[in-house]
């Protein structure tokens, strides 16, 4: 008997376990573990320090973990540069989006894996699949000729978000998109978040938004002084639940529990310490 498309369970595209991050004295993270399915928006949130930027670019590439592993599609990777990332199908768009003013939709999009023929730019064709991915994202861009100078900042974002798939990946990282959007650009950029869960792809959100998060996530990941201090369904949660475990008031931490169950002889505590 073949389980149905609805019934079937979603491919787990990435695991972390037991990442850790120092720099210097600083402890950036320490044993923090997610996965990411296919089809799925997991959202990462935390007050300021939690470690999201960190673990954000751990997964671009740029700083390399001190401990723990990674395995993308169940095999075990190292991502010694964002190239290693790239090339392994973890596309990112940062914050400040990365984007040349002075140039239009297409060389923003192409820009640095341009289409050539005979040695040539083949602007024709970049142009003809700049508009194939903006229509399958249903982006609201007027003409991908149009310098990017003269967007909106939720079409900045959706050009940023289509240039990341050009290279095809499997899990597209967005760090703050809906940062200093107004209420019509933030529903377009949510709208395309959602796009690209129905494209199949894994997307790991990164927000201080949760009215934003809870409405496109699947699951809610909380950090709290760079560990685990919670995994929300997002349709169980409430964002009681999920600021009172960003500010420690409740306690969902892994690491804590799972030193208790070693040590049985511990003396259970009323209320116990925060970290």
Do not use: C
């Not at 939690?50 to 075990?76: C, M, N, Q, R, Y």
């Amino acid at each position: 008997m073949t389980l149905s498309t609805s019934t079937r369970k979603p491919e787990q595209i990435l695991s972390l376990r037991g990442i850790g991050k120092k720099f210097g004295a600083v402890r950036a993270l320490t044993n923090v573990d997610m996965d990411v399915y296919a089809g799925e928006v997991v959202a990462i949130v935390g007050d300021n320090g939690a470690g999201k930027s960190t673990l954000v670019k751990i997964l671009a590439g740029v700083h390399p973990p001190d401990g723990g592993t990674i395995h993308f599609f169940g095999e075990e990777q190292t991502l010694a540069t964002p190239t290693d990332a790239r090339d392994l199908g973890i596309a990112t768009v940062f914050q400040d989006l990365a984007l040349s003013d002075s140039l239009d939709v297409v060389s923003n999009l192409w820009l640095g894996r341009e289409l050539t023929r005979s040695g040539v730019l083949d602007e024709v064709e970049m142009e003809q699949r700049s508009w194939s991915l903006l229509r399958e994202l249903n982006a609201r861009v007027p003409s991908v000729r149009t310098p990017v100078a003269s967007l909106s900042g939720g079409q900045r974002q959706t050009v940023a978000i289509a240039r990341s798939l050009i290279g095809q990946p499997s899990v597209v990282i967005l760090d703050e998109p809906t940062a200093a959007l107004g209420i019509a650009q933030t529903a377009e950029v949510l709208n395309l978040i959602e796009r690209l869960r129905e494209r199949g792809l894994g997307v790991i959100l990164i927000s201080h938004n949760l009215a934003d998060v809870l409405a496109v996530a699947d699951r809610i990941v909380v950090l709290r002084l760079g560990r685990n201090n919670g995994d929300f369904r997002a349709a169980d949660a409430t964002s009681e639940k999920i600021i009172a475990a960003i500010t420690g008031a409740t306690d969902h931490g892994m690491s804590r529990r799972a030193a208790e169950k070693a040590s049985p002889d511990a003396t259970p505590t009323s209320k116990e310490p925060e970290l």
